[in-house]
């Protein structure tokens, strides 16, 4: 699946896609959607949206995530689909195994504590 049309890009200063508003599931309310395709809170302005996506940002994509039951985390996205790797780092030789999800993120890729 790809970014749905009635998503509405937003972008930081720099021109990064940090997220979307959807204005279109839960009129009149806005829903800010983070990088991940996943909805935050919905809220009821524009501004809120904005404040709710820059407050998500984009540094909980380095975070650790859990699929299948192992440890994984974003190797790369974007707005088809999503690579996870159990590798720890970037670094030559460790390879890890690598899994291709869908986008948006479904409920089998969680955020870990």
């Not at 979307?20 to 806005?30: F, K, V």
């Not at 790797?85 to 999800?101: F, H, I, P």
């Amino acid at each position: 699946m790809a970014v749905p049309d009635h998503w509405i890009p937003y972008a930081r200063e720099d021109g990064e896609v940090i997220g979307w508003i959807d204005m279109q599931t839960a009129t009149p309310d806005l829903i800010p959607i983070d990088r991940l395709g996943r909805p935050l809170s919905a809220v009821s302005e524009w501004p809120d949206a904005e404040d709710a996506l820059e407050r998500r940002g984009l540094r909980f994509l380095m975070n650790r995530f859990r699929f299948e039951g192992r440890t994984v985390r974003i190797r790369s996205l974007d707005d088809h689909r999503i690579v996870v790797t159990t590798a720890a780092s970037d670094a030559v030789g460790d390879v890890g195994e690598e899994y291709v999800l869908d986008f948006p993120a479904g409920p089998e890729l969680v955020e870990s504590p």
